[in-house]
C-alpha cells in the first residue's frame, strides 16, 4: 500500500531524483519503498508525510481516500510544526503498547501514594493511553467513583530524552502532564519522571511529585495482581524498586 500511495503522490514530479533531494532520503532507497520492498523509519516517514500533507494512514489505505487536510487540533496549521508531527514519530521501541503499573506520591495526601495500571495503544500511528483514578482520590474530591467518572484518556509525545504525556478525564474535567525518561533496569522496562497536575497554586496538596512506569508485558498473573494492588497505599506497600525510584525522602526539584 506504501508503494502504491507513493507512486500516486510523486507522478507530478518533475523527476524522482530532484523529489528525493527535496525530502532529503537516498534515491536507493526510495525506489525501495516505491517498489513495496522496505518501509520508512519513524523519522523519515514524518518527512514524508510531512511533505506530502498525508499522514501516517500511507501504510494502510488508499491515499485517495484519505482527507489530507488535518482537522485535530493538534495538525491545526497554526501548532502542526510544533506538536502534530513528532506525535506520529513514537516507536514501539521507545514506549511500547501494553500494560504499565505506575506510582507515584498522592497529590491529596502527602503520607499516601497511588498504585495504578494504564494502558497504552496504537491506532492511526498515534500512540493513546487509558486508566482511571483510585476511587479514594474520587472521595475525597467530593466525586462519583463509577468507572466512567473515573476514566481517564490522553496522548503520547516522544520529547528528547523522553515521552510526554498529556491526560485528562472526560470531558477536560482535569488535566495532568507526566514526563518519563528510561532508566537502565534488568529488563529495560522502567520509565521515571512527574507528573504535574493544572491546578491554581492556592489549592492545598501538592502539585507535582515523582512518577514511576514500568513496563508488564504480556504476563497476566502480574497484570492481574497489579491492578488488585491499584489505588491508596502506603510507602511500605509500594514495590521496592518503584519505592527506591521515587526517593521518597528527598524533595522534588
Not at 75 to 97: K, M, N, Q, R, W
Not at 112 to 118: A, D, H, I, N, R
Not at 161 to 169: D, K, T
Request: hydrophobic fraction near 40%; charge should be positive; proline fraction near 4%.
Amino acid at each position: 500500500m506504501l508503494g502504491a500511495n507513493l507512486r500516486l503522490l510523486t507522478k507530478d514530479a518533475v523527476s524522482i531524483s530532484s523529489l528525493c533531494r527535496d525530502l532529503g532520503i537516498n534515491r536507493t532507497q526510495f525506489n525501495r519503498y516505491l517498489a513495496g520492498e522496505s518501509f520508512p523509519r519513524p523519522d523519515v516517514l514524518h518527512r514524508i508525510c510531512r511533505f506530502f500533507q498525508v499522514d501516517a494512514r500511507i501504510l494502510l489505505e488508499p491515499v485517495d481516500e484519505i482527507d489530507s487536510i488535518r482537522r485535530d487540533l493538534l495538525h491545526h496549521p497554526a501548532v502542526a510544526e510544533f506538536v502534530g508531527g513528532s506525535a506520529i514519530s513514537l516507536s514501539e521501541d521507545l514506549f511500547p503498547s501494553g500494560f504499565y503499573r505506575f506510582t507515584r506520591r498522592s497529590f491529596m495526601d502527602d503520607e499516601k501514594f497511588v498504585q495504578g495500571l494504564v494502558y497504552v495503544t496504537r491506532e492511526d500511528g498515534f500512540a493513546f493511553i487509558r486508566g482511571f483514578e483510585a476511587k479514594e482520590a474520587m472521595r475525597a474530591q467530593g466525586l462519583r467513583t463509577d468507572p466512567h467518572t473515573r476514566e481517564f484518556r490522553g496522548f503520547l509525545l516522544p520529547q528528547e530524552g523522553g515521552i510526554a504525556a498529556l491526560v485528562s478525564r472526560r470531558n477536560s474535567l482535569t488535566t495532568s502532564f507526566n514526563y518519563l525518561a528510561r532508566i537502565p533496569s534488568f529488563q529495560n522496562n522502567y520509565w521515571v519522571g512527574y507528573a504535574a497536575r493544572t491546578v491554581r497554586e492556592s489549592v492545598t496538596g501538592r502539585r507535582v511529585t515523582r512518577l514511576v512506569y514500568e513496563f508488564l508485558g504480556k504476563d497476566r498473573g502480574t497484570i492481574m495482581n497489579a491492578a488488585r494492588t491499584s489505588g491508596f497505599c502506603d510507602e511500605s506497600q509500594l514495590v521496592p524498586f518503584h519505592r527506591t525510584q521515587l526517593r521518597t525522602d528527598e524533595p522534588f526539584i
